[in-house]
């Protein structure tokens, strides 16, 4: 896209890609799954021209980022908060702290950097997933085959290579626009273009998906590495937003825990919830000028007047 910039950081071994635009307070942007810096096209436009600085990087194991290692083991929060420390670091050494929004697997990145180094955020928006609490009593993947057996996505994919060989079988631009088993291509939806999904293809085509799955591969170890955190509270301001279509506002419990209490009580600082009317998971691609606005109205109150300007046209 027109204005945006792209340079390699070193980070932690990394050749971590990162796309660029604007001046002033940073908002970095983190993707989820099957996503790229790309998602994020339209809000890094939007905010770029309101007086911000948009740093969108491809994480651990996507697209341009390169150097990360094959197996799961490097794809636990402590991997992916540490990658964002010390990109911001480098991109940023100036700002002690950063705006910061996340999607999916983004947002489990965002509450990971929140929880192990509230220090670097100013404030969050988080889109689709919520914060989930360590529960010491029980593995994830025991309580995902528990809950949902053993044919749920997540618990399918945990061996490696048999996922990835069925997407070469199918090939990948099939597999990311979902054409499984199927002769004639799914239509896309208004808000997804031919371009688009020939942009993510390419990218995947390269990198391949084992990266990206491994972030579900790791969740066991995850949960092991991450007990000192048991009970811990993310203590930044945040402002949360869901699509009333998501199956993930709509697994069980997850409303009840979003609008009883029990988010509050691990997001003391959660300022503001948003349900999206006739939107699904991918929100901000669904319905982007909606969601850029949430943005930065939620942003413009943690902004000292001077040091946001409005450059739009």
Sequence with gaps: MEGIEHRTVSVNGLNMHVAEMGQGPVILFLHGFPELWYTWRRQIAYVAARGYRAVAPDLRGYGDTAGAPSGAAAYTSLHTAGDMVVLLDAVAPDQAQVFVVGHDWGAMVAWALCLFRPDKVRALVNMSVVFNKRNPKKKPLEALRAAYGDDYYICRIQEPGEIEAEFAEIGTKRAKDLEIQKDDPIPLPSWLSEEDVDYYA????????????NYYRALDLNWELTAPWTGAQVKVPVKFM???????YNSPGTKDYIHNGGFKKDVPFLQEVVVIKGVAHFLHEEKPDEINEHIHDFFLKFSASSSVKCVCL
């Design 202 to 213: 390419s990218k995947f085509e390269r990198a391949g998906f084992t990266g990206a799955l």
């Design 242 to 248: 869901v699509g009333d279509l998501d199956l993930t």
